[in-house]
T-cell receptor, first 111, second 113 residues
């Protein structure tokens, strides 16, 4: 079993839809939970990170962490064609020495 | 503020050869991590450097080695290249102990034939 599981998609939605992206994990030691966006042929770009359980909002993006279920989510409101990319979840141990990534979900937002 | 840069952009090598990839960290960051990203996969942690010493390592064999220099730039060296080493190699910089806030470079695309 992988430490982090993420559905690779692809996920195709119409412009303006609410997008839900999810990951599950197995290591209860993870304390930091991150979401990255990666456009084709580019490096990952940090969208947001959350410490422990709870919600965090940044513009159209909301991250949720449920440590009891070992489940994290990223919601994108009013999705735009420019949101079309691969979204990677990632987790880090308390020491911050090592980050484990999910496989990424490919998202297509159709105009 | 200068972002993370990597060189070269693309590289083609033959199986058995050796390769060196380079990374300059974002200004103010003294920790550098290297990742391997195969096509359709997430980045896999190779190792991290802090104060010119390896500070953590993933599941990669010893033929993957690195260096960090006093100016915090870094090199990734891979010896005895194998076909499976073909991937995008990513460098990320961060402040110490803050792997949750890493900033990535554009990557080096390595093809081994």
């Amino acid at each position: 079993q992988k430490e982090v599981e993420q559905d690779p998609g692809p996920l195709s939605v119409p412009e303006g839809a609410i997008v839900s992206l999810n990951c599950t994990y197995s290591n209860s030691a993870f304390q930091y939970f991150m979401w990255y966006r990666q456009y084709s042929r580019k490096g990952p770009e940090l969208l947001m990170y959350t410490y422990s359980s709870g919600n965090k909002e940044d513009g159209r993006f909301t991250a949720q962490v449920d440590k009891s279920s070992k489940y994290i989510s990223l919601f994108i409101r009013d999705s735009q064609p420019s949101d079309s990319a691969t979204y990677l979840c990632a987790m880090s141990d308390p020491g911050g020495f090592k980050t484990i990534f999910g496989a990424g979900t490919r998202l297509f937002v159709k105009a | 503020e200068t972002g993370v840069t990597q060189s070269p952009t693309h590289l083609i090598k033959t199986r058995g050869q050796q390769v060196t990839l380079r990374c300059s960290s974002q200004s103010g960051h003294n920790t550098v991590s290297w990742y391997q990203q195969a096509l359709g996969q997430g980045p896999q942690f190779i190792f991290q450097y802090y104060r010119e010493e390896e500070n953590g390592r993933g599941n990669f064999p010893p033929r993957f080695s690195g260096l960090q220099f006093p100016n915090y730039s870094s090199e990734l060296n891979v010896n005895a290249l194998e076909l499976d080493d073909s991937a995008l190699y990513l460098c990320a910089s961060s402040s110490p102990g803050q792997a949750y806030e890493q900033y990535f470079g554009p990557g080096t695309r390595l093809t081994v034939t």
